[in-house]
């Protein structure tokens, strides 16, 4: 089934350790993304690439990173895990990177960090 | 700068009768908008998106929005609720931007289907 796969589906961190949540889609499509999710905040876009080879920062890039290799992943980084960075993290993707495009989200990744 | 509101966080409607969720936006210019369901440990699912063709948009599960671009508002609709409509409803603004596919997300409104 066509779609956006995430890995791990929930983690549990030490602060100050670093960590890779994977991203991969099957769709082809140009732009990834990813967003953090909590409470009462809706979601927010940290970084995002509307294609291949390159990235942009989003809303809430501090301390984070990404990179595009290919078309298919879109890894995203905590270099130095700290507790406020314990969310709920979605991989999208779109067609395009032009506004209105709709996006599809993965299922999600649960990290906690202590 | 570009907003979206969910006036409310919490609605609750026994099955079989009709729901509202509420949105209003701001934007400078004419955006795309749209509404994702959200149900309990899930990603996120477009329900309908609007593009500016016509104004009353239907979407899967028979939910409906109507833009009304004089109210800025854009609230999500379905005659009846089932059970299986529990979950968490986003309202999305896509303004023009040069950048990026930008996405800006309301805080959300749970809505909860009693028996």
């Known amino acids: 089934i066509a779609g956006i796969t995430q890995a791990p589906t929930s983690q549990i961190l030490a602060a100050g350790r670093r960590m890779t949540l994977r991203c991969t889609q099957d769709?082809?499509?140009?732009?990834m993304y990813w967003y953090r999710q909590d409470l009462g905040l809706g979601l927010r876009l940290i970084h995002y690439s509307n294609t291949a080879g390159t990235t942009g920062k989003g809303e809430v890039p501090d301390g984070y990173s990404v990179s595009r290799a290919n078309t298919d992943d879109f890894p995203l980084t905590l270099a130095s895990a700290v507790p406020s960075q314990t969310s709920v993290y979605f991989c999208?993707?779109?067609?395009?990177?032009?506004?209105?495009?709709?996006?599809?989200f993965g299922p999600g990744t649960r990290l906690t960090v202590l | 700068a570009q907003s979206v509101t969910q006036l409310d966080s919490h609605v609750s409607v026994s099955e079989g009768t009709p729901v509202l969720l509420r949105c209003n936006y701001s934007s400078s210019y004419s955006p795309s908008l749209f509404w994702y369901v959200q149900h309990p440990n899930k990603g996120l699912q477009l329900l309908l998106k609007?593009?500016?063709?016509?104004?009353l948009v239907k979407g899967i599960n028979g939910f409906e929005a109507e833009f009304k671009k004089s109210e800025t508002s854009f609230h999500l609709t379905k005659p009846s609720a089932h059970m299986s409509d529990a979950a968490e409803y986003f309202c999305?603004?896509?303004?023009?931007?040069?950048?990026?596919?930008?996405?800006?997300f309301g805080a959300g409104t749970r809505l909860a289907v009693h028996p």
């Open positions: 999208a993707s779109s067609d395009s990177g032009l506004a209105g495009n709709e996006q599809f």
């Open positions: 769709m082809r499509h140009n732009a």
């Open positions: 999305v603004v896509s303004p023009f931007s040069g950048g990026y596919n930008k996405l800006i």
């Open positions: 609007y593009t500016s063709a016509a104004t």
